[in-house]
């Protein structure tokens, strides 16, 4: 039983281990770890430059959201909410839920005031402004 547990190289003569040590090829291992450094390199430039196709056709599909633009909102819950969008010149409310979007009504006169940011001195684009330019409240 002990001699089946020696490893096979020990049962053969010493001369054939030498010679096969011999022929064994010599591995340059700085040539091998340039080479998967290369690849890895390669892989990850491809990778990035895929997200970056990817985020440039989906940002601007046919044209994009020019015409489009959110007026405003309200929360009617914590995944539901009550949207006023405007698409040209015309305003839609719009009902908004996971997996569920749906027009509630088509406004005959467009809002403006109070909802409009960029024309309403007191909201938070304004606001903002403000305090980025020095101008305190």
Do not use: Y
Not at 14 to 35: C, H, I, M, N, Y
Not at 69 to 87: D, F, M, P, T, Y
Not at 99 to 118: A, F, I, N, S, Y
Request: charged residues 20%; hydrophobic residues 50%.
């Amino acid at each position: 039983m002990g001699r089946l547990a020696l490893p096979l190289c020990a049962l053969l003569p010493a001369s054939a281990v030498a010679a096969d040590k011999a022929t064994a090829p010599r591995v340059d291992f700085g040539a091998e770890l340039a080479q998967v450094m290369g690849g890895l390199a390669l892989v990850l430039a491809l990778v990035l430059l895929l997200a970056w196709l990817v985020r440039r056709v989906q940002h601007n599909p046919l044209g994009g959201a020019r015409n489009m633009r959110l007026v405003g909102g309200i929360a009617l819950g914590s995944r539901e909410r009550i949207v006023v969008v405007q698409v040209g010149e015309t305003q839609l409310v719009v009902g908004v839920a996971p997996g569920v979007v749906r027009t509630l009504h088509v406004l005959e006169k467009p809002l403006q005031g109070v909802m409009d940011d960029e024309k309403d001195e007191s909201g938070f684009g304004a606001r903002l402004a403000r305090l980025m330019n020095g101008g305190g409240q």
